[in-house]
């Protein structure tokens, strides 16, 4: 169950169509209409229930009584819940219709135990963890997380005796040639062969720091590279983009704007490194599915996967958020060695191999789902 399953709601969206795809199980989304029509459902078989107009609406996906009476139907006929998100209305009707009945649920936070969360709006969490969100997780047969450093930035909130962390999968890369398809980006874009290319991956929102990434850039100084941005328009739009680049004087931004299927897959082949600048990012998708094409990154502090995938030797992080810090990580990955690039692409794609795949995924779901039902069953047994 989760909230506003629609195509422009990203990664999120995408993980919550695999636990669904692994699980053969029913996604339910508390749905705002107007997002729904603006961009249609994420998948065809999703049941969208429409929260009510108006603020407690919009804010907290409040629903009427009779679609609130539904949900609480579709929950009482299901053996297990997985709950996607939080602060919203969904989380105490699970609560209390899993309570009722004895079903087990797990919660999915999606990043939003994370610390950089509660430094806004902070009041109305504190007052909804103190309403409901305790009894929530204090019920929750499990809590899964992206990756370890989630699962430790969650702690000042929650208990750890329950967590579990079950990486994100990509899917499949597929069988590009590499220098082929660098041909084609150079191309289509317009760029001069032999040029360096970074990308970043994803909506055009300020939480993506994108503006930040385009003064790193500029002041890293690389004369053979260009910084590509491809994603859908959302806080930002590609002209403001467009217009903030030329606005400091830097050429070498190409805004591409939303690339999808054989063009998103020739890109994430093709750029020498991904690069995502957040300050907060749980689990960001467009890096591991550039890793899978062997694309390594550079990260800032803010991406929980930056410290594994730097040990790991297929990312370079960035010591802070500052332009420098970012200038300087360009400017290190732009100057290595041939035979070392080689070594990260082969690293990045042997770290999704043996941890981001789908078959990986559905082992480790299936374990612990398979576990919680069968505690359910010596339970009721044992009543």
């Known amino acids: 169950m989760t909230l506003d399953y629609t195509k422009e709601s990203g990664g999120s969206a995408l993980s919550v169509q695999q636990f669904s795809e692994v699980l053969d199980a029913q996604t339910v ?218 606005s400091i004087s830097i050429s070498n931004v190409y805004i591409i704007g939303p690339v999808y299927g054989s063009d998103k897959e020739e890109l994430l082949s093709a750029c020498d490194f991904s690069l995502n600048a957040s300050y907060r990012e749980n689990y960001c998708y467009s890096i591991v599915e550039g890793m899978s094409y062997g694309t390594p990154a550079v990260l800032t502090p803010g991406n929980d996967l930056a410290s594994t995938l730097e040990q790991e030797g297929c990312a370079i992080r960035c010591v802070d958020y500052s332009d420098n810090s970012l200038a300087l990580a360009m400017r290190i990955s732009s100057t290595m060695k041939d035979a070392d690039t080689a070594a990260m692409r082969d690293k990045a794609r042997d770290w999704v191999r043996n941890n981001a795949t789908i078959g990986v995924f559905q082992h480790n779901l299936l374990h612990l789902v398979n576990n919680l039902l069968d505690h359910r069953v010596c339970t009721d047994t044992v009543r």
């Not at 909804?128 to 430790?152: C, H």
């Not at 899917?171 to 191309?187: A, D, G, Q, T, V």
Request: with cysteine; charged share 20%.
């Open 29 to 246: 989304s508390l749905t705002r209409p107007l997002s729904l029509s603006a961009s249609g459902s994420y998948s065809e078989d999703c049941i969208h229930i429409p929260v009510k107009d108006g603020l407690m609406g919009n804010a907290y996906s409040y629903l009427s009584k009779r679609n609130a009476d539904e949900l609480r139907s579709i929950i009482r006929n299901t053996s297990l819940v997985i709950c996607h998100k939080l602060f919203r209305y969904h989380n105490q009707l699970i609560m209390q219709e899993c309570r009722s009945s004895s079903i087990p649920y797990i919660i999915v936070p999606h990043g939003s135990l994370d610390p950089y969360v509660f430094t806004y709006r902070n009041t109305q969490k504190r007052a909804w963890f103190m309403l409901v969100g305790n009894k929530l997780f204090r019920d929750a047969s499990a809590i899964i997380y992206a990756t370890a450093q989630e699962m430790a930035k969650a702690s000042h909130k929650v208990p750890s005796d329950r967590g579990i962390v079950i990486r994100w999968p990509v899917y499949e890369p597929k069988n590009l040639n590499r220098n082929r398809c660098r041909e084609l980006i150079w191309s289509r874009y317009g760029i001069q062969r032999g040029t360096l290319m970074y990308l970043m991956l994803g909506r055009l929102h300020s939480s993506k720091r994108i503006i930040e990434a385009i003064r790193g850039f500029k002041a890293a100084r690389l004369p053979n590279a260009v910084l590509l941005i491809a994603g859908p328009e959302d806080e930002y739009t590609a002209m403001q983009i467009s217009s903030y680049a030329k």
